[in-house]
């Protein structure tokens, strides 16, 4: 017996990403073909934005806590969200759940210590980029990080929201986030936080000018490893 996974989605990309991660990599501890039991809700995107525009985080907040309540309806265990925007959030979500959470930021931040890493770049919308989710969780830990300058953070949101939520990718977006991790490690960042889910479906190790923490997949593994390690406990 394995944990039940409740994934709280919002993007419909990003959400996609970590589920299939956990199906895919669920083999490698568990056996061919084998994953614990996942459970997907997930409202209409544009409630969430709504909220987002008009700085409303208890409505994010609200919408985050409908999905958690379904979720425990049907019988998940633990609950992650593949949105790091909404984390924003959490603060008010988390104490009034009615089951745990994985953090998208503190996994990201626990994988750059275990690395090694000490000066992160980040990355993401910019509702993310401008908020604390990162800072706290990298501080917290010891580790520096640098924001994107203004035009960089409308540059990379406009790839984000106008293309990598539908599903669209260009060179162009790719050559957008390659300059700004370029410039970001000419300052000094020796990793980028990949820190919106969509940016790993055209930012990776093989094109980024620095290491990636490729935040939507390494929430995924977190929650196979509670998946599995809270089975066998």
Not at 25 to 45: F, I, N, Q, R, W
Not at 182 to 195: K, S
Request: charged share 25%.
């Amino acid at each position: 017996m394995t944990r039940h996974i409740g994934i709280v989605g919002c993007s419909a990309e990003g959400a996609s990403l970590c589920y299939r991660t956990i199906c895919a990599e669920g083999a490698e501890l568990l056996g061919p073909h084998a994953h614990p039991e996942v459970s997907m809700h997930t409202p209409s995107l544009a409630d969430y934005v709504a909220c987002l525009e008009r700085g409303d985080l208890s409505g994010v907040a609200r919408l985050m806590l409908d999905s958690a309540e379904k979720l425990a309806r049907i019988g998940a265990d633990f609950l992650i969200c593949p949105d790091n925007t909404i984390h924003q959030a959490m603060p008010e979500v988390r104490p009034r759940s009615p089951l745990p959470w994985l953090h998208i930021a503190e996994v990201v931040a626990d994988e750059a210590v275990a690395r090694g890493f000490r000066r992160l770049g980040l990355t993401g919308t910019r509702w993310l980029v401008d908020s604390e989710v990162y800072p706290e969780a990298l501080t917290a830990r010891g580790l520096a990080y640098l924001r994107p300058t203004p035009a960089e953070r409308d540059e990379t949101n406009r790839v984000i929201m106008a293309d990598l939520v539908y599903g669209r990718f260009t060179p162009e977006g790719i050559s957008a986030f390659q300059r700004v991790i370029g410039r970001m490690q000419a300052e000094g960042c020796d990793a980028v936080i990949l820190g919106c889910t969509e940016i790993p479906l055209i930012v990776s190790d093989a094109n980024s000018p620095l290491p990636t923490l490729d935040s939507t997949r390494l929430l995924a593994r977190a929650a196979l490893r509670r998946a599995v390690g809270d089975a066998r406990d």
